[in-house]
């Protein structure tokens, strides 16, 4: 008999044997590489860095690093395709694009994720506390002639399987911030979608790369590399592949669709990823390889204030003689005011001196000469700037970056 005044117990919903609120990922095996950290220079702050170095081939590493802070090499892989491979046998996980490569915008100060956003809005640091705010996105801090070390750049982040290596379960990342390579991933994978009406997991691909010639803001010719996905055999066989794949599916009442929805359930999806460091990746390694501009924090309006009294004389007072226009094949205008070897302090407001420095530090990392950059850009720069102690800096400024040149060409003699 029941007692009225008894309240009737409801039955618990079923739920989840998985902790709530984490985002498990798939276990990382290793890195596909196309540069790694290379000579050690000194930033303007005075702390040591590596400068990243280019390559026109793929590198497959471990998860191990070597006494240079370069991920060591994966001998086992490498034994298979060769020293200097620019191919190599991959698959994708999914038929979703998004969950094969994941994408945001972002800016760096030094090791910290400044800005991140997905092209309408962005997640951005406000002021120099822990607080953030929502912002319109994207800014100009993306366009292709911003010279400020607080450029922003597209993150982009593909996984793959790489065929032979043995063991299931694992990935394999490869980071870009070419717009180019990250444009040209997801174009290749439509394409081949719309061939295989939609099967992308498990075909056979290559991921690729080759050079591309290109002219920089400053209408320098240069060559980068863009890595791209590709099926080695004909239209045709690309179809035949995805209609056995689909044709496998169906029989064993596997729906990808499913799987798929489950997987953004367990691993969080794309859309929903709103750092451009994405789980399982250090802002360390993101920062000194692909934005070396940002080193030690140095945003546009970040820097010291020290300016002024680094470029006092012995009477305390300022030197405001503007340096004279370089020669062609002349040495660097104005003497270092700071000392050899030690780059000159830039102040908050300097605006004109920080783009200078910027296009100095980029024209290095190219390989090309400080006379080019500073007949390119950063003379008109140090014309139109009104202030002369900040004319003294860019000045200054020119002599460092190429005492630094001339060191690298003396090392590589």
Not at 69 to 93: E, R, W, Y
Not at 297 to 320: C, I
Not at 362 to 374: D, F, I, S
Not at 382 to 410: P, S, T
């Amino acid at each position: 008999m029941e007692n009225p005044g008894q309240k009737e117990i409801q039955p618990m919903p079923p739920r989840s044997r998985l902790v709530l609120n984490r985002s498990p990922g798939l276990p990382e095996r290793g890195k596909i590489k196309i540069g790694m950290k290379g000579e050690e220079r000194k930033s303007a702050k005075g702390a040591p860095y590596k400068l990243p170095t280019k390559l026109d081939h793929f590198l497959v590493t471990t998860l191990d690093r070597g006494t240079d802070g370069n991920f060591l090499l994966d001998k086992q892989i490498h034994d298979k395709l060769g020293a200097d491979p620019k191919s190599i046998p991959v698959t994708l996980l999914w038929n979703d694009i998004a969950m094969n490569v994941q994408s945001r915008y972002a800016s760096f100060s030094g090791a910290t994720v400044w800005c991140s956003g997905d092209g309408e809005q962005a997640d951005r640091q406000k002021g120099d506390g822990p607080e953030r705010e929502m912002v319109a996105c994207p800014c100009k801090r993306l366009d292709s002639d911003y010279t400020g070390t607080d450029k922003c750049k597209i993150n982009g982040v593909l996984s793959v399987l790489i065929e032979g290596a043995g063991g299931v379960g694992g990935i394999w990342k490869f980071r870009t911030t070419s717009f180019n390579t990250v444009d040209g991933l997801v174009g290749s994978m439509s394409f081949i979608k719309s061939i295989t009406s939609g099967v992308l997991a498990g075909i056979p691909l290559n991921l690729t790369i080759n050079p591309k010639n290109v002219l920089t803001p400053a209408g320098a010719a240069t060559t980068i590399y863009v890595v791209g996905l590709e099926y080695a055999g004909t239209m045709e066989e690309l179809r035949e592949v995805g209609y056995q794949r689909a044709l496998t599916q169906s029989k064993s009442d596997v729906r990808m669709a499913d799987i798929e929805k489950e997987a953004r359930g367990l691993l969080g999806a794309p859309e929903q990823e709103a750092a451009a460091v994405f789980p399982g990746e250090d802002t360390e390694d993101v920062a000194a390889e692909f934005y070396p501009g940002a080193r030690d924090g140095l945003l546009a309006g970040s820097r010291s204030d020290d300016a002024t009294r680094a470029l006092e004389g012995q009477n305390g007072q300022a030197d405001t003689e503007a340096p004279p226009e370089p020669e062609q094949g002349a040495e660097a205008p104005e003497t270092n005011p700071i000392g050899a070897g030690h780059a000159p302090v830039i102040a908050t407001d300097m605006e004109a001196a920080t783009r200078a420095d910027s296009i100095f530090d980029m024209a290095l990392e190219r390989g090309e000469t400080m006379q080019a950059a500073w007949d390119g850009t950063v003379k008109e720069i140090y014309d139109n700037c009104a202030d002369r102690a900040e004319q003294k800096v860019i000045g200054a400024l020119c002599q460092f970056y190429k005492a630094l040149e001339a060191q690298a060409k003396a090392a590589k003699k």
